[in-house]
Each structure stands twice: as C-alpha cells, then as structure tokens.
C-alpha cells in the first residue's frame, strides 16, 4: 500500500491487543499505519495535537524510528466545530516508512515554547508547542494560544486571530497561498501518476525526487 490517509479516532483510552499496547487509540493508528504502507509509502492523517504536543516524546520517537516526518498543518481548535460538534486543535500529519534511501525529515520530537500568552489572572505563560511549528510557524494557520477548555482552562488551543474561518475559505486560502511551505517527498517512483486529482490541482504531478508538493496538492489527494 502506497498511502494511508484516515481521520483516526482519538480519545483517552488505550489499546489492549498485543501489538503497540497500552497506547492511546490515535497513537496506536499511526504506527499501525506506518506498519501497513510499503517502505517510501505515505501515511497523512488527522487527529488531535496531542500527538504531536504531549510532554512525553515516547509515541513521538517510536514513530521517528519507523518514519520522516514530511511536513504537518495545524488547524484552529474551531475548524471541525460545525460537522463534529467539538472545538479541538487538529492537526494533519503526514510520514514517510523509512525505506533506507536518504530523506531529510523535519524534526518534532521535542516541545518547546512557541509563544506567551496572558491568562485570565493577568499572568504571563509559555506556550509549548511541538518544535516544528517553532521551524515552521506558517503552518499553523492561527496564533499559539492558553485559551483552550477542551480539557482544563488555560490549555493549549490554536486561536483564529490570523484566519476568518467561516465556512472553510479561510483555511482553504491558507493551505493554498504561495507562502505555504513546499514539501519535499523523496521517491524511487511515482506514487500520483494516474490520480486525477493530483495532475489537476499543483505544479508537481508525482510524488518523486524532485517535484515540489504544495499542501493544495496534498489536499486534493487525501480528499
């Protein structure tokens, strides 16, 4: 399998089989779908920044043992609020399995401060975040923020401040503006030849050495 592409659940509760156990369910997807794709093969899932943000790296680094980070994008903690009736901060993550080719992944092992942020008792607080939106604040699509409530007051959410979301076109802008990052996918052959979507919609038409991959071409492929 060339591509693992989902929507995975996430939740609090852990996994009981006897692979990966005692992993929570949304950690437990992703290496299950690295494990699943070819080696150069591609997983580009959703789920929520506690993958990426949670203070101990172990999901983090096992993960890293398996697959390259190729990039990810972090949506506004009320993007998914009208279809799934929740305010949560998302994230896209997407993984290339190790193959024993070089490729040059970006590093999120670790958590570090992103930004300051004033809480309700006129404090200042860091902001911790994963490292790669330190490296790469233009794929968050909002401001670092300790405005969340989804679990305790004062948390970690992605604030609107630099998106009108409305009904989407905001984010849609945004992952297709020039000042995007590109992303780089490194593969012995192509993986989007004969995919419509990918020759329609950006400048790379397969996934190879060379091309760059805008997100608004990844975006049309995981749709």
């Known amino acids: 399998m060339d591509l693992a592409s989902s929507n995975v659940p996430f ?13 929570k369910i949304h950690d437990y997807f992703f290496l ?33 043992e398996k697959a390259d980070l190729v990039g990810a994008v972090r949506f506004p903690n009320n993007a998914f609020k009208e279809n799934a009736g929740t305010e949560v901060t998302t994230d896209l993550i997407i993984l290339r399995k190790k193959d024993g080719t070089p490729f040059e992944g970006q590093k999120w092992t670790d958590i ?13 607080a860091p902001v911790m975040a994963n490292e790669y939106f330190r490296d790469h604040p233009e794929n968050a699509l909002g401001q670092h923020t300790l405005k969340g409530t989804m679990y305790k007051e004062d948390s970690y959410a992605l604030g609107l401040s630099m998106l009108e979301l409305g009904t989407g076109t905001g984010l849609a802008t945004a992952l297709g503006s020039p000042a995007r990052a590109e992303v780089y996918v490194r593969r012995t052959s192509p993986l989007g ?23 608004d071409t990844l975006w049309h492929l995981f749709d």
């Open 11 to 23: 939740g609090e509760y852990t996994i009981a089989g006897t692979d990966y156990q005692g992993l």
């Open 32 to 64: 299950r779908g690295i494990d699943k794709v070819k080696p150069g093969g591609l997983v580009a899932f959703i789920t929520s920044n506690g993958t990426m943000d949670k203070v101990d790296p172990k999901v983090r680094q096992m993960i890293a």
């Open 112 to 124: 570090v401060q992103v930004a300051e942020d004033t809480l309700d008792n006129g404090q200042t």
């Open 193 to 215: 030849s004969g995919i419509p979507s990918c020759q329609e919609s950006g400048p790379a038409t397969n996934f190879d050495n060379q091309s760059p991959i805008r997100w």
